[in-house]
């Protein structure tokens, strides 16, 4: 499998990718804000939206991972933009049930969801930039869902 530092510098961007040193801090930020998110709604009473928040939350973090892989380890472009749009679904879930509870939490998840929009028009434009037959490249691993 061809690493991070090859395949990746090697693909087609759009000119609005932002430069690699930008996502370490604009990521520690959005983490922090969702920590914060997380905590308040932990900290409140038990109700309904909550125990539907707390999942929600727990399911966008996994999404948010799996992304990285299906993108970076996987390469697997098309299926990266289509995991993409349901952690979006999933933010947006999670902001609604946390409003419910607490509106401050709800609204620290919102540049999150803003940075994920940008992050899934930026895969769908790497994805069309950098089209590819199916084909797996000098030993690349690919792993076939279905056609796309």
């Not at 530092?5 to 690699?20: C, H, I, R, T």
């Not at 999404?63 to 380890?73: H, V, Y």
């Not at 049930?97 to 895969?123: D, G």
Request: with cysteine; net charge positive; hydrophobic share 55%.
């Amino acid at each position: 499998m061809m690493g991070l530092q090859a395949w990746y510098p090697s693909l087609n961007k759009p000119a609005y990718n932002p430069p690699g040193w930008v996502f370490a801090p604009v990521w520690s930020i959005l983490y922090f804000m969702m920590g914060i998110a997380l905590w308040q709604v932990w900290r409140s009473e038990p109700s309904r939206a909550r125990s539907w928040g707390l999942p929600l939350f727990a399911f966008q973090l996994i999404l948010n991972g799996l992304w990285s892989w299906i993108f970076f380890a996987w390469h697997q472009l098309p299926m990266a933009f289509g995991e993409i749009i349901l952690l979006d679904l999933a933010i947006l879930a999670t902001i609604l049930a946390f409003n419910k509870v607490r509106s401050s939490a709800a609204w620290l998840l919102v540049p999150y969801l803003a940075w994920c929009c940008f992050a899934t028009l930026l895969t769908f434009s790497i994805w069309k930039m950098n089209p590819t037959d199916g084909t797996p490249k000098d030993g690349e691993v690919r792993i076939e869902l279905g056609p796309y």
